[in-house]
Nanobody
Framework: QVQLVESGGGLVQPGGSLRLSCAAS????????LGWYRQAPGKQRELVATITSGGNTNYATAVKGRFTISRDGAKNTVWLQMNSLKPEDTAVYYC??????????WGQGTQVTVSS
């Protein structure tokens, strides 16, 4: 079993920054992918960014150039640095762990609200 605990959400003004953190614990495989997804009210959950154990990253078009995903393999922690935030970035952000057997695990989610 895998547990994911997120932190760092909150309220920020447009143009501001936030940094999300996610700590993974439990049966963590060395080869895995960690990522962030988000779900806005009335919308489906969507990919924000992922990072493999080898450091390869993938970003949604909407966040490229503004968000940066990073990972500490030794600590099984993943971060999402979000800059130049826009109101349309408002959503619940979920941490995701994908193991080598393609099993998905999710955190409880953290609210990010971008508003003046």
């Amino acid at each position: 079993q895998v547990q994911l605990v997120e932190s760092g959400g909150g309220l920020v003004q447009p143009g501001g920054s936030l940094r999300l953190s996610c700590a993974a614990s439990g049966s963590i495989f060395a080869l895995s992918t960690l990522g962030w997804y988000r779900q806005a009210p009335g919308k489906q959950r969507e990919l924000v960014a992922t990072i493999t154990s080898g450091g390869n990253t993938n970003y949604a078009t909407a966040v490229k150039g503004r968000f940066t995903i990073s990972r500490d393999g030794a600590k099984n922690t993943v971060w999402l640095q979000m800059n130049s935030l826009k109101p349309e970035d408002t959503a619940v952000y979920y941490c995701n762990y994908l193991d080598p057997l393609s099993r998905n695990y999710w955190g409880q989610g953290t609210q990010v609200t971008v508003s003046s």
